[in-house]
């Protein structure tokens, strides 16, 4: 039973930078891939970037929308994963969420197991 929380997310300024952070609890022997998903008002739930947690090579896959500005990475030790974004943009207010599942990597939030209660971002221009 894996539980997570994120932290890290606030106002920002448009070209600003955020560092969010996810930490795990509960094992995490049996996550093999985690995440980050963002919902904002009126807008379904959109796949942000994933990381293969252990094993994998640490492969990562991210959305069109943020591929080079933002990046995912984890700390074993820490149990905690990260997205740092850079270049953020106003599109990108939003409560982030963080997700772990025991397969690959998915891009669909319905595929994953367990959530985090989010963190919300406000980017302003």
């Known amino acids: 039973q894996v539980q997570l929380v994120e932290s890290g997310g606030g106002p920002v300024q448009a070209g600003g930078s955020l560092r969010l952070s996810c930490a795990a609890s509960?094992?995490?022997?049996?996550?093999?891939?985690m995440g980050w998903f963002r919902q904002a008002p009126g807008k379904e739930r959109e796949f942000v970037a994933a990381?293969?947690?252990?094993?994998?090579?640490?492969?990562?896959r991210y959305a069109d929308s943020v591929k080079g500005r933002f990046t995912i990475s984890r700390d074993y030790a820490k149990n905690t994963v990260y997205l740092q974004m850079d270049s953020l943009k106003p599109e990108d207010t939003a409560v982030y969420h963080c997700?772990?599942?025991?397969?690959?990597?998915?891009?669909?939030?319905?595929?994953?197991?367990?959530w985090g209660q989010g963190t919300q971002v406000t980017v302003s221009s």
């Open positions: 997700t772990t599942r025991p397969y690959g990597i998915s891009t669909y939030s319905g595929d994953y197991a367990y």
């Open positions: 509960g094992g995490t022997f049996s996550s093999y891939a």
């Open positions: 990381i293969i947690w252990r094993g994998g090579g640490g492969v990562t």
